[in-house]
């Protein structure tokens, strides 16, 4: 049975000589909203949300020219949170094909983010099924959601390879399919934080520095948009590796000489 250090081997050689195409689709699928590993830009914008929250030199932020470009940047998330609603579920069906190409060693490409795009209904419905179920066993404890979660984890590239299946029958299968599995692929997240660690202490001391001797309110938003793309490269490598890493995972559990063999077309 492989463990984590052997999945992190597998997705590293699907990687060879493919890393420029695997960053580039991997920035492409985070504008689209379409990450299928969880998105470690959620705790980045929570530090951000933290450390403003307790200053007073910012009391003011909503008047003025600081309001202004707030409200220019609200307006710039929402509009990008609706657009992500509409084709995220589809470019992340896309997303999960590309990865399946790069763990298999065929010829993964770009345009696999769009190969999906005829779904958008498909997808929607995958990406709100799943977040309503976790949010639903989340309500009973954390625990049990994010338990839940690792048992949908395998939907997209479930409904990627077989796309006969509704939202709810993939995530049905990936249920099936992760019993026995979730701890493993639990591990192999762990198994990232050291990387992840690394990867954010640059925002990390960038943030705090700005915030430090930055008096303005408006040029605190600004710089710190501007800043997270370059403190944040080294998520441009990290993501490709993790979501190759579970694409490599889900291939090994389907694939095992115990699971039979299935027919859904």
Not at 41 to 47: A, L, V
Not at 154 to 180: Q, V
Request: charged share 15%; with cysteine; hydrophobic share 50%.
């Amino acid at each position: 049975m492989k463990v984590s250090a052997d999945y992190r081997a597998l997705a590293l050689n699907a990687l060879h000589g493919k890393w420029k195409t695997a960053i580039l689709a991997g920035l492409i699928a985070s504008v689209l909203g379409a990450n299928i590993v969880g998105s470690t830009g959620n705790i980045t914008s929570r530090m951000s949300q933290s450390s403003s929250g307790g200053t007073p030199n910012y009391a003011g932020i909503f008047t003025n020219g600081s309001g202004r470009a707030l409200a220019v940047l609200v307006v710039c998330i929402l509009v990008w949170a609706v657009f992500t609603l509409i084709v995220g579920g589809a470019a992340q069906l896309g997303y999960a094909r590309f990865n399946l190409n790069l763990a298999d060693g065929k010829d993964a490409a770009l345009a696999d983010l769009a190969s999906q795009k005829h779904r958008l209904w498909d997808g929607f419905c995958m990406k709100f099924l799943r977040g309503l179920y976790t949010a639903l066993w989340t309500l009973l404890l954390f625990f049990p959601g994010v338990v839940k979660a690792y048992s949908y984890a395998m939907t997209p590239y479930i409904m990627a390879e077989h796309p006969s299946l509704t939202a709810n029958e993939a995530i049905t299968e990936s249920r099936r399919i992760m019993d026995g599995n979730k701890w493993r692929l639990f591990c192999l997240d762990v198994s990232f934080i050291g990387w992840e660690l690394l990867c954010i202490l640059p925002m990390l001391i960038g943030f705090y520095v700005v915030f430090t001797f930055t008096h303005s309110a408006e040029a605190l938003i600004i710089l710190m948009v501007l800043l997270s793309i370059p403190l944040g490269a080294g998520f441009f490598f990290l993501r490709p590796y993790e979501e190759a890493a579970w694409a490599v995972f889900y291939r090994d559990i389907t694939t095992t000489p115990s699971d039979t063999e299935e027919t859904w077309e």
